[in-house]
């Protein structure tokens, strides 16, 4: 069975500064990973996803993730934060054709941008 | 292209009562999911359909099922409406069930409050 663990429900952050958000996982075959991001009253917006290619992956608005086999994660990074950051964010695992479109979701992050 | 949209956003309805939400994803996709999201339990999958057919369950009870028509547009139901079921309730769809370019985009939620 999958599942994924997300370190820190709150995370803050300066803006300028580096952003972390911790994601690891659990998959019983090679995993497809995913994060996403929630702003208040809408729905999840796909930054980025990891698919057994690259293992460095880069996504939109400046946010990038590393997959680390070894270490069973996929955390998430941003060199400087941006006040438009602001909102909470989803690690999603899924097992490809062995779970179909079948998303399993962490607790989510919430992020806190300081000015 | 046009997202996925969901009607309708907002939804109150009375303990013991049923409901119907719809999804309608984005062009050409075939597989449609849903998810439920409140505070207490995260984001939790509820099913996936694929070509009109159930492809995935998620461990829900009997009173919420699903749908999907020959256009691929989708709906759930939710019958016997209880407290517990108040929710955002998230669409998603995909164009495959997985392979290196599968992604899941997801609307905007129906938000469900029952009282």
Redesign the interface.
Known sequence: AQSVTQLGSHVSVSEGALVLLRCNYSSSVPP?L?W?VQYP??????LL?Y???ATLVKGINGFEAEFKKSETSFHLTKPSAHMSDAAEY?C?V?E?????????????TQLTVNP | KAGVTQTPRYLIKTRGQQVTLSCSPISGHRSVSWYQQTPGQGLQFLFEYFSETQRNKGNFPGRFSGRQFSNSRSEMNVSTLELGDSALYLCASSHSRGGSSYEQYFGPGTRLTVT
């Open positions: 497809y995913f996403y009253n809408q729905g999840l917006q796909l996803k698919t057994s290619a989803f999603a899924s490809g054709e062995t779970s179909g479109s079948r998303l399993t979701f962490g607790e989510g």
